[in-house]
């Protein structure tokens, strides 16, 4: 598992703050596994939505333009089932469905507020926790008339969302039992501050609880509650998250955690052993459970992470070729994989890490690591324009335009101006350029 720290730019970059992402295949994967079957029920196309783990131990998630949608670690961490996160995901995907970004965007021009984007913000970012205080906080000061207005209209769409979520829920077979016990646990978390239906920009939390049970009249889910068996699969990835996040702690009070099983204990363990420098019992944990599920690539990865860290190249290498072989087509595979080859730094191992670091580039074209990744190789290779330009679009992907520009002037100097990586170099200036003018 991997954590990149990205700057996004919301609302013309009237407010902006650094976010850490989680990449990981076996989280992904999970994840696009459950949205599935909800966005065919939605309408969208499965391959146009795209999944990003934030992490931050808030019960949240949220959506942006293009079909992206943002999970908090905190939501799958804390979810009691599967079911729920299927519940926070329909809802959504009602957002996207109903184009409620884009409207938002439209009454922010039609009320000339544009500094109330933070407002709005606000409420984004604090998604599915209601609390005023977030939006408040982001936009500086009161909330006005007009900034009440805007609050309004979200709480329009938000209550629009619910609906078509349950909908999207209903249509794919899945139960409305898990977003009633998540909207449960959300009304405990916020206690802290009195709800007001004017200055919050989600409905009430206990009119969304009702307005779900209505919605579920013909579900027993006090039954259902006690006796879902939750997905296994989504055990692990809620025990990887703890652990990785948080190994000191992990390690303290995971033998007693009585929500997972042993493997799954395990899992978590070998991750916080690992994590807390004590790669011998990491190794010994993972191990075990490589020998129990042998056709299991993320026991595999882990392991070939664990070894790659601490200097066991070979080894390593050997582990991220069986994760390869059961997960040929996996972008983040592979640019680990590529990683592995690097450091090994061999003529052999350089040309395949460029392959590697190429193939994974038609899946994940913005992934900052894969283009350092490439600045290595290419300069390894002596392909310096190649080098340069990889650190420029790095450097731009991280959110630094000056120090992109100076590799592109860089590169310029020694590419020739009829190659294809010259118009690479113009169109990534070009592209520079015209956002400093629209500041």
Not at 61 to 74: E, N, R, Y
């Amino acid at each position: 598992m991997k954590k990149f720290v990205l700057l996004l730019f919301f609302l013309l970059s009237i407010s902006s703050y650094s976010l850490g992402f989680i990449r990981d295949s076996e989280i992904e994967n999970l994840i696009k596994e459950i949205v599935s079957p909800i966005a065919d029920a939605a309408g969208q196309k499965k391959e146009n939505l795209e999944i990003f783990i934030i992490d931050d131990n808030q019960l949240n998630a949220f959506v942006t333009p293009g079909q992206k949608i943002f999970i908090f670690s905190g939501l799958i961490t804390n979810s009691k089932n599967v079911n729920a996160l299927e519940g926070v995901i329909a809802h959504e995907l009602g957002h996207i469905t109903g184009r409620h970004h884009v409207k938002i965007y439209e009454q922010l021009e039609k009320s000339r507020a544009i500094m109330l984007a933070g407002v709005i913000l606000g409420g984004a970012v604090s998604a599915l926790t209601g609390d005023p205080n977030a939006a408040g906080a982001i936009a500086g000061g009161a909330v006005t008339t007009s900034g009440r207005s805007l609050l309004s209209f979200s709480r329009t769409q938000e209550g629009s969302a619910d609906q078509a979520g349950f909908s999207f829920l209903k249509n794919s077979g899945k139960s409305l039992c898990g977003i009633i016990s998540f909207l449960e646990l959300l009304e405990n978390t916020q206690v802290s501050y009195q709800e007001n239906a004017y200055t919050q920009s989600h409905p009430l939390t206990r009119e969304r609880i009702r307005d779900a049970k209505n919605a579920a009249k013909d579900e027993n889910c006090e039954r259902k509650n006690s006796e879902l068996l939750i997905d296994e699969k989504y055990k692990f990835i809620q025990a990887k998250l703890i652990a990785f996040t948080d190994p000191e702690n992990t390690l303290i009070s995971m033998k007693n955690n009585s929500k997972f099983n042993d493997d799954q204990k395990n899992y978590a363990l070998a991750i916080a052993n690992y994590k807390s420098f004590n790669l011998k019992k990491g190794n010994e944990l993972i191990n075990k459970l490589i020998k129990k599920y042998p056709s299991n690539p993320y026991f595999y990865e882990l392991k070939a992470q664990m070894l790659r860290e601490n200097g066991f190249l070979k080894e390593s290498l050997n582990n991220y070729l069986i994760v390869n072989k059961l997960l040929p087509n996996d972008p983040l595979v592979q640019i680990e994989l590529a990683h592995t080859l690097l450091n090994i730094d061999s003529k052999k191992t350089l040309d395949k890490a460029i392959q590697k670091l190429l193939a994974a580039k038609k899946s994940e074209p913005e992934n900052n690591k894969l283009w350092y990744l490439l600045s290595v190789a290419h300069g390894k290779n002596s392909e310096m324009s190649e080098s340069r330009y990889a650190s420029a679009y790095s450097s731009y992907l991280n959110g630094d335009d000056e120090m992109a520009i100076s590799f592109i002037e860089r590169a310029k100097k020694i590419t020739n101006k009829n190659s294809p990586i010259w118009n690479k170099l113009i169109n990534l200036e070009n592209e520079i350029n015209l956002k400093k003018n629209k500041r």
